[in-house]
């Protein structure tokens, strides 16, 4: 693919799609990562003399115009954000574009308003492709959607990759196209059923797999450990088992924790025990790892050169059940700034898991896609990506 260096943005209009699917309550922008990672891209179109023209989703609104999901909404956050004043254009109207105001963003209204957005019809790739002269896709996180405005557009138009957009291709590459060896992985959440295809691909790719919370239950249970009353899909034991046999077979060490702390409620700060994975009582449930275990992945981590890391080791979002994750973030932090660990992140609630272990800021990269990062750690195809060339 192109990067916005190879074209000639020069008095250009530049369809630029860009995710600030941004969280929002009562009107207002909780997290604005999303919009400032695009300040880059925007920033060098017009530093080469072209104006952006921005095209973008928000929420799920099904192809219907829903006033909530407008990005008006959103549009004073990208003004403060990106320091530059945004003419927002509620239609796709070619007309009301070529007469924004020069020096100002152009923000079309929200790509899912259009019913045939989603089913990537060429006649509304062909009604967006109207509004620009260059097509520049700095969506990484919505490359999974094989959309009108993000795989039909690129075959409409001149076409690159936009600053966001390579920063995070060049971040995966590094940890799972081309990484420094040792690999390893840290692969959280409640389900395995989730994560199946996750799982198969990394085994063949990794050297060391740290499975942690919910799922880890499963594979103690594929183990023949009883898990009590955890969080456990004993329908996928013989699944879990299978994995754990191909990745012997495969070289690559799958890391479960070898002591858990358990509670008898979901329910923050209740009383609770660390035990060893086998002593989980019949009336209780694992809602962490324990210091052992910590202590192990650590162990790992300093023993390798990259770590990519998706989904919490325990049920981070209530004290102190975040216990594992804040101390293994940490200690990935400080080996990366030490120099010694190459580490990304990404997807759901890996990022605000990060956060607040404040670990984030130290990583190498964290990647702003949810969907999207998983998909590229299954090994898939993005359509987003690929239609770029
Ligand atoms: C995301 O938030 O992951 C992207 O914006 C994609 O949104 P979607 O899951 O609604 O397609």
């Known amino acids: 693919w192109k990067t916005l260096d190879q074209m000639d943005l020069n008095g250009k209009r530049v369809l630029t799609r860009v995710d600030i699917n941004v969280p929002m309550k009562d009107g207002v922008v909780t997290d604005a990562?999303?919009?400032?990672?695009?300040?880059?891209t925007i920033d060098s179109i017009f530093a080469a003399g072209g104006t952006p023209v921005l095209l973008a989703h928000f929420d799920r609104p099904k192809g219907k115009v829903v006033p909530e999901m407008s990005l008006s909404?959103?549009?004073p956050k990208v003004e403060e954000v990106l320091g530059r004043k945004v003419t927002f254009v509620d239609a796709l109207d070619a007309d009301a574009v070529a007469a924004a105001?020069?020096?100002?963003i152009v923000l079309i209204e929200n790509t899912r308003f259009h019913p045939s957005e989603e089913k990537n019809d060429p006649v509304l790739a062909?009604?967006?492709?109207?509004l620009g002269d260059i097509f520049c896709n700095d969506a990484f996180s919505a490359a999974h959607r094989a959309h009108a405005s993000t795989e039909g557009l690129a075959h409409l138009l001149p076409a690159?990759?936009?600053?966001?957009?390579?920063?995070?291709?060049?971040?995966?590459?590094?940890?799972?196209g081309q990484p420094e060896r040792p690999v390893v992985a840290v692969v959280g959440g409640a389900k395995v059923s989730t994560k199946l295809d996750l799982l198969s691909n990394l085994i063949e790719k990794v050297d060391y797999l740290v499975i942690g919370g919910g799922m880890a239950n499963t594979f103690l249970a594929a183990q023949g450990i009883s898990v009590g009353k955890s969080l456990?899909?004993?329908?996928?034991t013989g699944t879990a088992k299978e994995i754990m046999d191909k990745a012997s077979g495969a070289g690559c060490e799958i890391v479960l924790p070898e002591d858990v702390v358990v509670a008898w409620e979901f329910a923050a700060n209740t009383k609770h025990e660390t035990v060893a994975n086998t002593a989980c009582p019949e009336d209780a449930m694992i809602l962490d790892a324990g210091l052992a275990a910590v202590q192990k992945i650590v162990s790992v981590f300093e023993r390798s050169k990259t770590l990519i890391w998706n989904g919490p080791l325990g049920a981070f979002e209530i004290e102190p059940f975040d216990t594992a994750t804040n101390a293994a973030a940490k200690a990935a932090a400080e080996l990366t700034k030490q120099g010694k660990l190459v580490s990304i992140a990404g997807g759901g609630d890996t990022v605000s898991a990060l956060n607040q272990a404040g670990a984030a800021d130290d990583f190498t990269y964290i990647s702003t896609a949810g969907g999207a990062f998983l998909e590229w750690m299954e090994g898939k195809t993005?359509?987003?990506v690929a239609a770029l060339g």
Do not use: Q, Y
């Open 232 to 236: 456990c899909e004993h329908d996928l």
């Open 101 to 104: 105001e020069s020096g100002s």
């Open 382 to 384: 993005l359509p987003g």
């Open 73 to 75: 909404h959103v549009a």
């Open 126 to 130: 062909k009604e967006f492709a109207a």
């Open 160 to 176: 690159c990759a936009g600053r966001n957009m390579e920063a995070e291709l060049t971040a995966l590459e590094s940890a799972l």
């Open 33 to 40: 990562t999303r919009i400032e990672r695009i300040k880059p």
